[in-house]
């Protein structure tokens, strides 16, 4: 059975229920967050508390909560849980009104926390991913409830027997539809950088401090389609996926084809890091 916690109970996922006037169900007016739990421990959860802040400033709503409020719900609703290896996802809307755009008829938001167990796909033998073009709006700085380009791209991947979609906006990579890129060229590591384009992903952030910290060569620049397409080595980021190498896009081999030596030294230091981290 899944516990979940809504509006300050926590309760079976069967009997929660909202309002079909929620604005979250209405106008996709919300944000959210999904934080992984490696070992019962919440990983990087001042990184994602940071960012749900940034991400209900930007949308006019102030969090209801203070991080340590947070902090009890998650642990409550982790304990909840049999495996060590959970996500959290968390969604607060803007709370139920007339249907009317303006937003200063809302008054009390809708919150709402679970956490899953996480479902570990190896992913390590590397991954199919298309190109396509960004169609998203322009404040993907924003962690949005309002998901429907994704689904979309996500699906368009699908269709094409790959797991992700990589997007390109006037010519340059922004990420992937649920997901950050980075790229390998001649021994240096290449990612996006940070802007209203781009989601500012935990694990991308995580990924370029342990570039820095191990001195490896590495630059947050933009990135072309076409260096996209002439990469040794291409690999996407999340909470849930990790590191993921893309070994073939639109079908063709990237760089060799194989797992490249950049993944494998990264995603080693990577999974040191998870092992050794408490909060
Ligand atoms: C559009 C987008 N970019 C990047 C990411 C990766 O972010 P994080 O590493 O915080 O999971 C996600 C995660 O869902 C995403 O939806």
């Not at 079976?12 to 309002?19: F, M, Q």
């Not at 996500?87 to 809307?93: A, D, F, G, H, W």
Request: aromatic share 10%; charged share 25%; with cysteine.
């Amino acid at each position: 059975m899944t516990t979940v916690y809504l509006n300050g109970e926590y309760k079976p996922l069967s009997e929660a229920s909202i309002n079909v006037l929620d604005r979250g169900f209405t106008f996709g007016d919300g944000v959210y967050e999904v934080i992984p739990i490696f070992n019962r421990t919440i990983f990087r959860f001042d990184e994602h508390m940071q960012r749900l802040e940034n991400s209900l400033k930007a949308i006019f709503m102030e969090n209801p909560y203070s991080s340590s409020e947070w902090f009890s719900i998650f642990e409550k609703l982790i304990e909840t849980v049999e495996v060590s290896e959970q996500s959290i996802y968390l969604q607060v809307t803007r709370g139920v009104t007339e249907r009317d755009h303006d937003i200063s008829l809302a008054e009390n938001p809708t919150i709402f926390a679970m956490s899953r167990p996480i479902e570990k796909k190896d992913l390590s033998g590397g991954i199919n991913a298309i190109t396509h073009e960004d169609i998203r709006w322009q404040y993907c700085d924003i962690k949005a409830i309002t998901l429907l380009p994704s689904v979309i791209l996500r699906h368009k991947a699908k269709q094409q027997g790959a797991k992700e979609a990589i997007l390109i906006r006037d010519g340059y990579i922004t990420e992937g539809a649920a997901s950050n890129v980075f790229i390998c060229k001649n021994n240096e590591i290449f990612t996006p950088p940070k802007n209203n384009n781009v989601l500012p992903g935990i694990t991308r952030d995580l990924v370029v401090e342990i570039l820095a910290d191990h001195k490896m060569a590495y630059s947050e620049t933009t990135i072309t389609g076409e260096e996209l397409l002439n990469a040794d080595e291409i690999w996407i980021t999340s909470s849930t996926w990790e590191i993921v190498p893309v070994t073939q896009l639109n079908n063709m081999p990237v760089g060799t084809g194989e797992v490249g030596p950049l993944w494998q030294t990264v995603n080693k230091l990577y999974q040191e890091f998870k092992s050794g981290y408490c909060h």
